[in-house]
């Protein structure tokens, strides 16, 4: 998994990407993302901001495993090397992130403050890419710091570890829940409740 002390990857630059919706990262050498890992870019155009985007899936570009290289060793008895990523240019993974928000500074009442709004820029390709803060995490989820100001519902996957404290306010009337079978939509109502209670 990476780290907020340095990049994780690389904007690249495709037919398709960088976009106002879309990137695609190459992962530098030894670096893991989990589905679902917020991640962020500063972009620096017209102003500078940070675009927070969500891992959405990835691959592995690895010739020496291809399906024709493991046939001919398989049909040749003969065992395929193994070079690592750090030592070829051809070994590489690439993940793809949707964009989901930027962060960017705005004055409100003589105070310079973080504001978030839906991307108005695209990443500039050749950036470097970072796991989220947590403080972005909180800010981007809406959610609360601490755990007296909401109802704590555990911590986020994947990423940075993040508390997910929900706010109170978001307990109305009515509240949905959905999820697949066994996806834990029980258990969460229960957490809720036990929070609730609290």
């Known amino acids: 998994m990476?780290?907020?002390?340095?990049?994780?990857?690389t904007v690249v630059s495709?037919?398709?990407t960088p976009s106002f919706e879309t990137v695609r990262i190459k992962l530098k050498a030894g670096k893991?993302?989990?589905?679902s890992t917020l991640i962020k870019m500063e972009v620096?155009?017209?102003?500078?901001?940070t675009l927070i985007g969500r891992i959405r899936s990835g691959y592995e570009s690895n010739p020496n495993k291809s399906i024709a290289s493991v046939?001919?060793?398989?049909?040749?008895?003969i065992p395929i090397p193994s070079i690592s990523e750090e030592n070829s240019i051809d070994i590489y993974r690439l993940v793809e992130a949707d964009l989901i928000e930027e962060i960017f500074d705005e004055i409100k009442n003589g105070k310079k403050m973080k504001s978030m709004r839906?991307?108005?820029n695209f990443p500039n390709a050749g950036a470097e890419v970072w796991i989220a803060h947590p403080n972005e995490v909180i800010k981007?989820?809406?959610?609360?710091?601490?755990?007296?100001e909401g109802l704590y519902l555990g911590k986020t996957v994947g990423g940075i570890e993040t508390n997910f404290i929900l706010k109170k306010q978001a307990i109305q009337r009515h509240f949905f829940i959905g999820g697949t079978t066994?996806?834990?939509?029980?258990?969460?109502?229960g957490v809720i409740a036990e929070e609730l209670i609290k």
């Open 32 to 35: 893991h993302l989990k589905p």
């Open 71 to 77: 046939t001919v060793g398989d049909g040749l008895g």
């Open 182 to 189: 066994g996806s834990g939509k029980s258990y969460a109502m």
């Open 2 to 9: 990476g780290s907020q002390n340095y990049p994780i990857g």
């Open 118 to 120: 839906s991307p108005q």
């Open 44 to 49: 620096d155009r017209e102003e500078k901001t």
């Open 140 to 148: 981007v989820l809406g959610i609360e710091q601490e755990k007296s």
């Open 14 to 16: 495709d037919e398709e």
